[in-house]
Antibody, heavy 120, light 106 residues
Framework: QVQLVQSGAEVKKPGASVKISCKASGHTFAPYIIHWVRQAPGQRPEWMGWINTGNGDTNRSQKFQGRVTISRDTSATTAYMELKNLKSEDTAVYYC?????????????WGQGTLVTVSS | DIQMTQSPSTLSASVGDRVTIACRASQTISSWLAWYQQKPGRAPKLLIY???ILESGVPSRFSGSGSGTEFTLTISSLQPDDFATYYC????????FGQGTKVEIK
C-alpha cells in the first residue's frame, strides 16, 4: 500500500522559509515523479512543481520560480519542498502527490497535507 | 496556461439523484483529464483518469465522459458519502484544476 506521509503544521513569519517533507513507503521510491500542490483556504489546488526521485530532475511552475526548491533523499525515501520569502498569501495546505507514470500524469496517491500559516 | 472551468460551482441534490458536473478546458486537452473528490480537511481522492477510466476501488456509480475541451462527471445515484467537492484537472500541459463543484444536501 503506497503511503506518502508529510511533516507537521508550520507557523512562519513573513519573509521566512519553510521546508516540508514527504516520506514515501509501500512502493519503490525511485524512479517516481513526486509533485507538490498547494491549496489556499477555499481555493482550488495549485500545482507548484515536481521532482524525479530517480535522477533528481525538477520542474517548477513559473509562478514559484526563484522561491521554491524541490529536493529528495533517496536513502530516506523522502522528498522535500522549500518555499522562501513567505508572504501571507502563501498560507495554504501543501500536499505532495505521486503521478502514476509519465504517460499517466494524474495524481494517484496524495500525502495528508501540511498546513503552513504565514502570519506576523 | 490551460484554464479549467467547472459548472455549477454549487449543486444541491438529494440521495438517489443523478448528478452531472461539467468541466471545460480553455484549449484542447485530448482526454488528459482527471476527476477528484475532496472532503473537508482531506486530500483530494482520484476518481477518474483519462476522462473516463474509473480508478480501482471507486464505485461504479461514478462515470466520466468527454474529450477535447468538454467533459462531464456523472454520479448515477447520489449516496450520503458523495457529498463533497469535486475537481477536474487537466494534465495535458502542466497541471491545472477547475475551481471545484460543491455537492451539498438539498
Amino acid at each position: 500500500q503506497v503511503q506518502l506521509v508529510q511533516s507537521g503544521a508550520e507557523v512562519k513569519k513573513p519573509g521566512a522559509s519553510v521546508k516540508i517533507s514527504c516520506k514515501a513507503s509501500g512502493h519503490t521510491f525511485a524512479p517516481y515523479i513526486i509533485h507538490w500542490v498547494r491549496q489556499a483556504p477555499g481555493q482550488r489546488p495549485e500545482w507548484m512543481g515536481w521532482i524525479n526521485t530517480g535522477n533528481g530532475d525538477t520542474n517548477r511552475s513559473q509562478k514559484f520560480q526563484g522561491r521554491v526548491t524541490i529536493s529528495r533523499d533517496t536513502s530516506a525515501t523522502t522528498a522535500y519542498m522549500e518555499l522562501k520569502n513567505l508572504k501571507s498569501e502563501d498560507t495554504a495546505v501543501y500536499y505532495c502527490a505521486r503521478i502514476a507514470g509519465v504517460l499517466n500524469a494524474y495524481f494517484d496517491y496524495w500525502g495528508q497535507g501540511t498546513l503552513v500559516t504565514v502570519s506576523s | 496556461d490551460i484554464q479549467m472551468t467547472q459548472s455549477p460551482s454549487t449543486l444541491s441534490a438529494s440521495v438517489g439523484d443523478r448528478v452531472t458536473i461539467a468541466c471545460r478546458a480553455s484549449q484542447t486537452i485530448s482526454s488528459w483529464l482527471a476527476w477528484y473528490q475532496q472532503k473537508p480537511g482531506r486530500a483530494p481522492k482520484l476518481l477518474i483518469y483519462k476522462a473516463s477510466i474509473l480508478e480501482s476501488g471507486v464505485p461504479s456509480r461514478f462515470s466520466g465522459s468527454g474529450s477535447g475541451t468538454e467533459f462531464t462527471l456523472t454520479i448515477s445515484s447520489l449516496q450520503p458519502d458523495d457529498f463533497a467537492t469535486y475537481y477536474c484537472q487537466q494534465y495535458h500541459t502542466y497541471w491545472t484544476f477547475g475551481q471545484g463543484t460543491k455537492v451539498e444536501i438539498k
